[in-house]
């Protein structure tokens, strides 16, 4: 593809073929950083930085380079915003302020490739060039309040000097240009680069102060760096109840055994969007009691349309056993033990002594399906009244005083 950008700026500005500055190009993250990792079919923010090699000139002025992702076709990079600040001087690169190629700023798509990013600057002062008569204008201008008319629709504005000038005296690295993309639904690392033989680069020459336009110089290229984007082997990260959980509380009803009560839902949380993980019907749980008894079924799943799904089940989990919910991308256990406060695997007198230490120290600290014996939503000191019964099997209530599951929990760490 022509550079129609350097094309103009050099026939307008009479570039040298002097390379006495390079321009330094680094594909990274949005921190900065040339490697990360990403889950599958995440977005990812990037940005191109640029810096020159020295102080020998007065600034960028032009800068054009193409990007490539070596996992899957690009779309079009942002335009940096309107308002040319200190912060952002590359807005005085865009059009109508200064020039770029037809497509824009952020570069044209051509087979999923972005060519010819960046733009340039207003250096030969169209609309910009003080004057006194038509005489001190370019044919077509005319002088009207002391500054030649402009000739073209752009560029028109003004010239920033310092930018990607080493810092103090410069204004340090620029940030050429932002953009995203998606990451691949494969695991593996994917590079997404500025080829060398893309970038082009003028710089305005040193001592110019703008009469009657300001004089630029070829850059070189020095370094380029490139961003590698890991994406990651989806997998289960969490689950609501965690993993391995025991439930003390009531198992049913205090007055009624076949009113059975306990958790009839679990919730699966992805480190990747639910949208990348293809089995996700509950025929794709498979669901197991240990040591042994009767599974629940899975109803349905339920996404919340980020990486978070929930199993409703057919009814709460087995009394005094593991129910364990297995997936491809991993395993969760839930226990169901009446009375057994610390999570030990056995119910006894020692979980009474845990409610106790609780309520006047807080120590251990304990969770609601650990302390909530009644379920009235609460950890309060009637709840030892219930651990109580649990234990001397009160009213409808088993006794569970000294029962264990006798195996682990299978998913344990």
Request: glycine share 12%; proline share 7%; charged share 15%.
């Amino acid at each position: 593809m022509r550079r129609l950008v350097g094309w103009v700026v050099g026939v307008c500005c009479a570039s040298s073929a002097a390379m006495a500055t390079d321009i330094s190009i680094s594909v990274e993250s949005m921190a900065g950083l040339h490697e990360i990792t990403v889950a599958p079919g995440a977005e990812v923010q990037y940005r191109v930085v640029g810096i020159l090699s020295d102080m020998d000139n007065e600034g960028l002025a032009l800068v054009g380079f193409d990007l490539e992702f070596e996992g899957g076709p690009l779309s079009q990079a942002d335009t940096p915003r309107s308002t040319v600040t200190g912060n952002d001087p590359m807005a005085a690169f865009v059009i109508p302020d200064g020039i770029t190629n037809p497509a824009g700023y952020g570069g044209t798509i051509i087979d999923g490739k972005l060519v010819q990013i960046g733009g340039g600057l207003n250096t030969i002062k169209n609309g910009q060039q003080a004057c006194t008569d038509a005489a001190d204008c370019p044919t077509g201008s005319f002088c009207e309040l002391n500054v030649c008319t402009q000739v073209a629709a752009f560029p028109l504005g003004m010239v920033i000097t310092g930018i990607a000038e080493p810092a103090p005296d410069g204004m340090g690295p620029a940030v050429l240009v932002t953009g995203s993309l998606t990451a691949p639904e494969t695991p593996g690392s994917y590079i997404l680069q500025s080829p060398r033989t893309s970038i082009f680069a003028n710089v305005i020459k040193a001592g110019e102060t703008g009469d009657i336009f300001w004089a630029t110089v070829a850059a070189g290229v020095a370094g380029v760096q490139s961003l590698t984007i890991n994406v990651e082997q989806c997998s289960l990260a969490s689950s609501s109840p965690p993993n391995c959980a025991i439930d003390a509380r009531f198992p049913h009803e205090p007055n009624n055994a076949g009113a059975a009560l306990g958790w009839s839902s679990v919730d699966f949380t992805f480190s990747c969007s639910v949208s990348n993980i293809p089995n996700l019907d509950p025929s794709d749980f498979v669901v197991s009691v240990s040591p042994t008894g009767t599974p629940p079924t899975v109803n349905q799943v339920i996404s919340d349309g980020f990486n978070t799904v929930t199993l409703e089940l057919s009814s709460p989990i087995e009394t005094g056993k593991y129910t364990c919910f297995a997936h491809s991308q991993g395993t969760v256990c839930l226990g169901s033990l009446p009375g057994d406060v610390s999570a030990s695997g056995v119910s006894d007198g020692l979980d009474i002594m845990d409610l106790i230490d609780f309520y006047n120290t807080g120590s251990p600290a304990l969770t609601l399906w650990q302390c909530d014996i009644d379920r009235d939503g609460t950890c309060a000191p009637a709840d030892l009244l219930g651990e109580i019964d649990l234990l001397l099997g009160t009213g409808a209530f088993a006794e569970w005083r000294n029962v264990s599951f006798g195996v682990s929990c299978p998913s344990g760490p």
